[in-house]
């Protein structure tokens, strides 16, 4: 069976001092690092290997993938990682064209639709600050619940209706061919994953934690079921 490797990244600068991040591109804090560094180490010791990787547009993320795929080379399978740009894009000049090895390559994609969830006015703000300013429950209401926007910002259910379907395009396929696939994204986007995986209500989805740095595994047959999840605590 194929196995779905789903991280979120290391905490970062900005949840180290408690402030809602969503779309500023904040790089991981010390503890980050090494939080993704002890995380490619339990991949290692646990003998998973990553064939394909996606992540955010995100530093945080994308800095916690290549951590993951490096830091504990054997998680690569003997394959070098490598940031893909697809030759589609606008900007895209050619500069990265190359003729290699593809079978001892590891592409690293990146997709603006595994982005945390835009938090709008709230980004840069200190979370205690705005539960004192517009009371716990409101804030509360703007962080976890499903279909509730902060002001200017998505709600999960708005995240849920760019990452599922890109997870269902892009990352699907790649698992009911036998690939072992790492996603390595952020609270919001991979709860919106999850909802979906575990079949959660609107409700059980949003009290659901997801702890940084933390591989969480699934096995998934040819026919994209997901059985088997563990997580390495």
């Given at each position: ?38 995380a490619s180490c339990k991949l290692r ?189």
């Amino acid at each position: 069976m194929a196995k779905l490797i789903l991280i979120r990244h290391g905490q970062s600068l900005w949840n180290a001092v408690n402030k809602f991040t969503g779309w500023v591109d904040i790089p991981m804090s010390e503890r980050g690092r090494a939080e993704a560094t002890i995380a490619s180490c339990k991949l290692r010791d646990a003998g998973y290997t990553v064939d394909i990787c996606f992540t955010s547009m995100l530093i945080r993320a994308i800095e916690t993938a290549i951590v993951c795929l490096t830091e504990c080379g054997e998680v690569c399978g003997g394959r070098l990682p490598y940031i893909w740009h697809d030759p589609a894009e606008p900007d895209w000049h050619g500069w990265d064209r190359h003729f290699g090895e593809p079978d001892k390559e590891l592409k690293i994609i990146r997709s603006p639709a595994l982005d945390e969830r835009y938090y709008g006015d709230l980004q840069g703000l200190n979370k205690a600050e705005m539960s004192l300013k517009f009371g716990s429950q409101q804030v509360h209401l703007w962080r976890r619940s499903f279909n509730v926007r902060p002001p200017g910002g998505e709600s999960l259910e708005d995240t849920v209706k760019r990452t599922v379907p890109f997870f269902e395009a892009a990352i699907l396929p790649e698992l009911k061919a036998g690939k072992n696939v790492m996603v390595a994204a952020h609270g919001n986007s991979l709860r919106s994953i999850l909802m979906v995986l575990d079949r959660l209500s609107e409700e059980a989805v949003a009290s659901l934690e997801l702890a940084t740095g933390v591989p969480i595994i699934y096995d998934v047959d040819a026919e994209g079921t997901f059985t088997n999840k563990a997580v390495l605590i």
